[in-house]
């Protein structure tokens, strides 16, 4: 069984960083972080292949988002920087063994945290 924790969010001003934690259990080939905003669906963020590290962002958050993972601590974590009001959204850690498939689509994800509301006012 693979179980996710997310930890790190907060509230910030408009241009503020925070920084995200997602503690793992169990192997897994990819983590991705989702959110969703008031009245908006569900939409993929930032990802890691954990095999190699490679990352991949949405459009959105390119150049204002990283995301690094800690082997030995089993962490994934999403740094997100010069944040904006459109970001505000309940953010949630999703883990699958497939490397098949759009990263952006929820469905790949058979392992989710219970979320972390980041929240950034202007």
């Known amino acids: 069984q693979v179980q996710r924790l997310e930890s790190g969010g907060g509230s910030v001003q408009a241009g503020g960083s925070l920084r995200l934690s997602c503690a793992a259990s169990g192997y897994t080939y990819r983590i991705t972080w989702f959110r969703q905003g008031p009245g908006k669906e569900r939409e993929g963020v930032a990802g890691i292949y954990t095999g190699d590290g490679s990352p991949f962002f949405v459009d959105s958050v390119k150049g204002r988002f990283t995301i690094s993972q800690d082997n030995s601590k089993n962490t994934v974590y999403l740094q997100m920087n010069n944040l904006e009001p459109e970001d505000t959204a309940m953010y949630y850690c999703?883990?699958?063994?497939?490397?098949?498939?759009?990263?952006?689509?929820?469905?790949?994800?058979?392992?989710w945290g219970q979320g972390t509301q980041v929240t950034v006012s202007s």
């Open positions: 999703a883990a699958t063994q497939r490397l098949d498939g759009d990263w952006r689509d929820d469905r790949m994800y058979p392992y």
